[in-house]
């Protein structure tokens, strides 16, 4: 079992950027698949990003590709979003996910309490 915790939102200008992290307890991060979704006021939760175990493989919704990076440090059982170049349509609350690789987009067997993040025109 893994807890997350998601950090780093806030309010930023259009063009702007910020760092979401999401630190998990226990000894079995590098077990999981991570991934980062999002949910805007009155739509569903949706996938942004997964990164693998070993954080050599990578995806990304087409939305924001080349914009948004994923990264991990398994040392410090922590997963990264950098957003650049953010929008107000990327305004939402930002939930990190742990699980297999195969089926963490679509079905995350864990999940962080989510962080809001507010772009500004």
């Known amino acids: 079992q893994v807890q997350l915790v998601e950090s780093g939102g806030g309010l930023v200008q259009a063009g702007g950027s910020l760092r979401l992290s999401c630190a998990a307890s226990g000894r079995t991060f590098s077990r999981y698949a991570m991934g980062w979704f999002r949910q805007a006021p009155g739509k569903e939760r949706e996938f942004v990003a997964r990164i693998s175990m070993s954080g050599g493989s990578t995806y990304y919704t087409d939305s924001v590709k080349g914009r948004f990076t994923i990264s991990r440090d398994n040392a410090k059982n922590t997963a990264y979003l950098q957003m650049n170049s953010l929008k107000p349509e990327d305004t939402a609350v930002y939930y990190c996910?742990?699980?297999?690789?195969?089926?963490?987009?679509?079905?995350?067997?864990?999940w962080g309490q989510g962080t809001q993040v507010t772009v500004s025109s």
């Open positions: 996910a742990a699980g297999a690789w195969g089926t963490i987009a679509v079905d995350p067997g864990y």
